[in-house]
């Protein structure tokens, strides 16, 4: 079983729709998890970190965080044509020695 | 502040060949770390670099090695090059001097091996 498993879509949504990104983890040692928006022939770009639980809010994105359940999401609101990329979780552990990355999620916003 | 710089952007290299590839950090960043990018894998760890020192590395073999300087540069080296080689090679800095600094991602250097 991989450490991190995210759904690699394709996922397609027309403009202003809310968009619904997600990964699961088995390892309850993770506290830190990471959102990376990637476009095409260009390096993850760092959206969101947040910490153990809960939510965090940041324009038209936010990340949510749920350890009893070993589950995070993104969520995207009016959601733009710009929005179109792959998006990648991450998260690591205290010691931080090491990111677990998942597959990405490729995300199509339609005009 | 200037973001992770990764040179070349594109190499075009035939099996059997090495190559060597150059990260700087973004200022201020003493922790570099490598993955290797395929569609099919996603992203794998290579290693990671801290003052000069190899922090931790993933399941690669011997043939994929690295570097820093002194500067918090780094160049990391693919020694008899494979077809499986071909992938996009990432380079990311983070602070790590405290724990759990996030990443920072160049835009990579794009390898075709043929």
């Known amino acids: 079983q991989k450490e991190v498993e995210q759904d690699p879509g394709p996922l397609s949504v027309p403009e202003g729709a809310i968009v619904s990104l997600n990964c699961t983890y088995s390892?309850?040692?993770?506290?830190?998890f990471m959102w990376y928006r990637q476009y095409s022939r260009k390096g993850p770009e760092l959206l969101m970190y947040t910490y153990s639980s809960g939510n965090k809010e940041d324009g038209r994105f936010t990340a949510q965080v749920d350890k009893s359940s070993k589950y995070i999401s993104l969520f995207i609101r009016d959601s733009q044509p710009s929005d179109s990329a792959t998006y990648l979780c991450a998260m690591s552990s205290n010691t931080g020695n090491q990111f677990y990355f998942g597959t990405g999620t490729s995300l199509t916003v339609i005009p | 502040k200037a973001g992770v710089t990764q040179t070349p952007r594109y190499l075009i290299k035939t099996r059997g060949q090495q190559v060597t590839l150059s990260c700087s950090p973004i200022s201020g960043h003493r922790s570099v770390s490598w993955y290797q990018q395929t569609p099919g894998q996603g992203l794998q760890f290579l290693f990671e670099?801290?003052?000069?020192?190899?922090?931790n590395k993933g399941n690669f073999p011997g043939r994929f090695s690295g570097r820093q300087f002194s500067n918090s540069r780094s160049e990391m080296n693919v020694s008899t090059l494979e077809l499986g080689d071909s992938a996009l090679y990432l380079c990311a800095s983070s602070r790590r001097d405290r724990e759990n600094s996030p990443l920072h991602f160049g835009n990579g250097t794009r390898l075709t091996v043929t």
């Open positions: 670099y801290f003052s000069e020192t190899q922090r």
């Open positions: 390892n309850s040692a993770f506290q830190y």
